[in-house]
C-alpha cells in the first residue's frame, strides 16, 4: 500500500543533525576557530538531455536547472566530534511537462563524549536516492557540486533517509575486565511509500578481560528489533563467550560460542547454538588480512578481507555473508569514490574527521563525485541472506588517478518469510557492478575526469532482468578562492523493463563562502 507523507520528513533528519552539531560550535564562528570548520555553498546546474523520460518511445528533450544551497561541517575537537554534509536540492524543468521537485542529500556522522572516557553518543545519518525496484527504470546520476543529483524524472527512485544513534557507557570492573554498555536506535523513511520503512531497538552489553595477555576472554549479550512499518518484526537475542588468543602483535585468533534466539526462519522463535572463529593477521601497518565464520541456525555467516595501501595506492577485495533486515542488495565493502580514498589517505591523516574534508576537497578538485560508483540496493522488508563480493584498486600519482571495482551482491530469501518488494516475486536477487574513473590535474587550476560504469541485475527468470551502461566526462576549473566550475556530458543507454538511451550535457556553478 502506498502511503504519502509530508515532504519536510527528510529534511528535519538533516536539521535535527546539524543543529547537533551547530550548537557544538555556538561560539566558533565561521572559520577552523578551536577546530571546527563551517563551509557554506551554492551550486546552480544546467543540463540538457534528450530523454528526461527515459524512454525511447516518448523522447522529451528538455533543459532542467538545479539550484542546491548546502553546508560542510567539521569539528575535529572539544565534545562532539564529526562531520556533516548537507545540500537542498531544488529541480525546474523547462520545455517540459515534468513537474519541480526536491531532493535532500546528507551524509553526517560524529561522537558525542558526554562525560569523559565514559558516556559516549555516536550517530550516522544519510539522505539519498535509492532505486524501489532492482528490475525497474535505472538512471546514471549528474555530478554536482559535492555528490550526484538524480534530476532525471525516474518513477523508480525513492528518496531514502536512516538515522542511526548508539549510547554507550564504558568502564572499567575492578581489576577484572572493562565494560562497553550499549544501546542501539535505528530508523529508515522512503518518501512517497511504506516499504523498506523500518525502525530498530536494541542492546548490548559486553565485557572484557583487563589486561589480558596471551590468552583473554569476553561476554557479550545483545538484543536487537526491527519492525518494519509494513511488515511483522523480527528480533534476535544471545548470549556468546569467546577467548582471544594473541600469539604476536600482529596476529590475533578468536572463539566463540553461545546461544541465541530468533524468528528470522519465518516459523516463529527458534532456539540454537552458535559457534564461530575469526583471525586478523596485519603483517605491516598498510596491510591487513581478515577471516571470520559464523555459525548460526538460520544459516552460515563469513567474512574475508585483503586490504593493501601502498604509498600511492589501495587494493582492496571482501567476501562476506550475512543476514539484513530490511532494503537489500548494495555491493558491500568499498564502493563509492569517497570510501576509496577515505582508506588511500590514511597515511596522510589518521585522524578520520580531518580526513573526511581531505578527501571531499580532493575529490572536489579532480572532478569526481563522492558518491560514484553507487552502490546497488532496492527497498524490501523482512529478513533476507546478502552474500557480497568486491574487489577493487586505486591508483594516485602526482597530478592523475585511477579507480577501478567490480562488485557482485546476491540477495535472497531468508526460511518462509513472506517479502515484500522484489523477493515477493523471485527468490533470488543477483547485481553486479563494474567501474573504471580516471581524473587528471590539467593544470594547477584545471582537471579531467572519465568515468565509465556498468551495472547488471537478474532473478529467477529471464524477464527479470535489467542492465545500465554509462559513460561520463568531465571538466572542473577554479576560477577563484571560493568559485567553481564543471562542464560535463554523459551517454547512458538502459536495457530492461522500458530500454532507452540518453545524452546530456550539463554546467554546474558553485560559489563557497
Known amino acids: 500500500m502506498t502511503r504519502r507523507r509530508a515532504e519536510p520528513n527528510h529534511l528535519a ?17 565561521g572559520g577552523p576557530v578551536g577546530g571546527t570548520t563551517l563551509q557554506p555553498r551554492i551550486s546552480v546546474m544546467q543540463t540538457w538531455t534528450d530523454n528526461l523520460r527515459l524512454d525511447d518511445r516518448n523522447k522529451d528533450a528538455a533543459l532542467i536547472t538545479t539550484l542546491s544551497p548546502g553546508i560542510s561541517l567539521v569539528r575535529n575537537s572539544g565534545t562532539l566530534r564529526g562531520s556533516l554534509d548537507y545540500s537542498l536540492n531544488g529541480i525546474a524543468y523547462l520545455k517540459s511537462d515534468v513537474p519541480s521537485r526536491i531532493q535532500n542529500a546528507l551524509s553526517a556522522k560524529g561522537q558525542a563524549e558526554l562525560i569523559s572516557q565514559t558516556l559516549y553518543v555516536d550517530m550516522n545519518a544519510s539522505i ?109 537475542t544471545s548470549l556468546t563467550a569467546g577467548l582471544n588468543y594473541k600469539p604476536d602483535p600482529d596476529l590475533s585468533f578468536t572463539a566463540n560460542a553461545g546461544r541465541e534466539r530468533n524468528d528470522y526462519l519465518g516459523t516463529g522463535s527458534q532456539n540454537g547454538a552458535t559457534t564461530g572463529a575469526t583471525a586478523e593477521w596485519t603483517p605491516t601497518p598498510r596491510t591487513r588480512v581478515g577471516a571470520d565464520w559464523q555459525h548460526h541456525n538460520y544459516g552460515d555467516s563469513h567474512g574475508l578481507t585483503f586490504e593493501h595501501r601502498m604509498a600511492h595506492s589501495i ?121 573504471l ?17 556498468r551495472q547488471e541485475t537478474s532473478g529467477d527468470t529471464s524477464a527479470q532482468s535489467a542492465q545500465l551502461t554509462s559513460l561520463s566526462a568531465n571538466w572542473n576549473a577554479r576560477l577563484g578562492p571560493r568559485l567553481s566550475l564543471l562542464l560535463g556530458a554523459r551517454h547512458s543507454r538502459f536495457e530492461g523493463v522500458t530500454s532507452y538511451s540518453e545524452n546530456a550535457a550539463y554546467a554546474n556553478l558553485t560559489q563557497q563562502f
Open 13 to 29: 533528519f538533516a536539521l535535527a543533525v546539524w543543529a547537533m552539531a551547530a550548537h557544538a560550535q555556538q561560539n566558533e564562528a
Open 128 to 236: 539519498g536516492q535509492q532505486s524501489a525496484s532492482a528490475f525497474g527504470l535505472q538512471s546514471a546520476p549528474t555530478l554536482g557540486s559535492q555528490g550526484a543529483v538524480s534530476n532525471l524524472a525516474n518513477d523508480n527512485q525513492r528518496e531514502t533517509g536512516t538515522l542511526a544513534v548508539s549510547p554507550s557507557l564504558r568502564g572499567v570492573l575492578g581489576g577484572l575486565a572493562t565494560y562497553d554498555l550499549r544501546g542501539n536506535f535505528t530508523r529508515t523513511e522512503v518518501r512517497g511509500t511504506s516499504l523498506g520503512d523500518s525502525r530498530g531497538s536494541g542492546g548490548s552489553l559486553r565485557l572484557n578481560q583487563r589486561n589480558a595477555g596471551l590468552l583473554g576472554w569476553w561476554l557479550q549479550a545483545s538484543s536487537q528489533k526491527v519492525k518494519a512499518v509494513s511488515a511483522l518484526s523480527n528480533h534476535n
Open 315 to 435: 587494493w582492496r577485495f571482501a567476501d562476506t555473508q550475512t543476514v539484513t533486515l530490511g532494503n537489500g542488495g548494495g555491493s558491500g565493502g568499498v564502493s563509492s569514490n569517497y570510501d576509496q580514498f577515505f582508506l588511500l589517505f590514511t597515511s596522510l591523516e589518521p585522524d578520520p574527521i580531518k580526513r573526511d574534508a581531505l578527501v571531499r576537497a580532493y575529490l572536489q578538485s579532480q572532478g569526481l563525485s563522492p558518491d560514484a560508483p553507487a552502490a546497488n540496493g532496492f527497498l524490501s522488508t523482512g529478513p533476507s541472506r546478502l552474500r557480497n563480493q568486491l574487489v577493487g584498486f586505486t591508483l594516485q600519482g602526482v597530478r592523475s588517478s585511477l579507480s577501478a571495482q567490480a562488485s557482485r551482491s546476491i540477495t535472497s530469501r531468508l526460511g518462509s518469510n513472506l517479502n515484500q518488494g522484489d523477493l515477493a516475486n523471485t527468490s533470488r536477487i543477483e547485481q553486479r557492478s563494474y567501474s
Open 437 to 453: 574513473s580516471a581524473s587528471h590535474q590539467l593544470t594547477p587550476l584545471t582537471g579531467l575526469s572519465l568515468t565509465a560504469s
